[in-house]
T-cell receptor
Framework: GNSVTQMEGPVTLSEEAFLTINCTYTATGYPSLFWYVQYPGEGLQLLLKATKADDKGSNKGFEATYRKETTSFHLEKGSVQVSDSAVYFC????????????FGRGTSLIVHP | DVKVTQSSRYLVKRTGEKVFLECVQDMDHENMFWYRQDPGLGLRLIYFSYDVKMKEKGDIPEGYSVSREKKERFSLILESASTNQTSMYLC????????????FGPGTRLTVT
């Protein structure tokens, strides 16, 4: 079956530091890949997505590239802010049959001033 | 602006009570989902529905049931609440298809005493 593995947190950074959150996946075919963000006390919201190999998703300074050869979709940001403190979830949806998403366990990011 | 709303943000119930959690989406989405979120366990799928009156069990359906009488509304029912059902409950919806993201509600934090 499908699976998503993302690095455990918490990840603790100082403001303006570079961020990488690793995400690797296992799936058959050509899944779509997603990053969601959950701010404290809220539901998840889409941060970015990529639907085919070599696509780069980007939003709010965050980027992730769909790498089929390494089955990865790592999240990066060049300069984090305190307001980026949240939990980040990597997810995939399969390319056929059931479209139930598979989520990683989430990575907590804490950014200090 | 797309919206998924949940009937309560916070709910406190007693052991043995029947509990209804309601979710409404205004985007005409085919798919709707109920998850629970617990620290260290990420998101776990309880039930999903791909059409009116259609439902499928997720990973942890025991102790829960669902109802989807109208396309926009998906209800989660705890037949006899227990303390181990204390959790954050998240509803989501999405169009049918692998490339589409999910839209989440703000969550209901349920405490069973």
């Amino acid at each position: 079956g499908n699976s998503v593995t993302q690095m455990e947190g918490p990840v603790t950074l100082s403001e303006e530091a570079f961020l990488t959150i690793n995400c690797t996946y296992t799936a058959t075919g050509y899944p779509s890949l997603f990053w969601y963000v959950q701010y404290p006390g809220e539901g998840l919201q889409l941060l970015l997505k990529a639907t085919k190999a070599d696509d780069k998703g980007s939003n709010k300074g965050f980027e992730a590239t769909y790498r089929k050869e390494t089955t990865s979709f790592h999240l990066e940001k060049g300069s984090v802010q305190v307001s980026d403190s949240a939990v980040y979830f990597c997810a995939l949806k399969g390319s056929g049959g059931s479209y139930i998403p598979t989520f990683g366990r989430g990575t907590s990011l804490i950014v200090h001033p | 602006d797309v919206k998924v709303t949940q009937s309560s943000r916070y709910l406190v119930k007693r052991t043995g009570e029947k509990v209804f959690l309601e979710c409404v989406q205004d985007m005409d989405h085919e798919n709707m989902f109920w998850y629970r979120q617990d620290p260290g366990l990420g998101l776990r799928l309880i039930y999903f529905s791909y059409d009116v009156k259609m439902k499928e069990k997720g990973d942890i359906p025991e102790g829960y049931s669902v109802s989807r009488e109208k396309k926009e509304r998906f209800s989660l029912i705890l037949e006899s609440a227990s303390t181990n059902q204390t959790s954050m409950y998240l509803c989501a919806s999405s169009p049918f298809g692998g490339v589409y993201e999910q839209y989440f509600g703000p969550g209901t934090r349920l405490t069973v005493t």
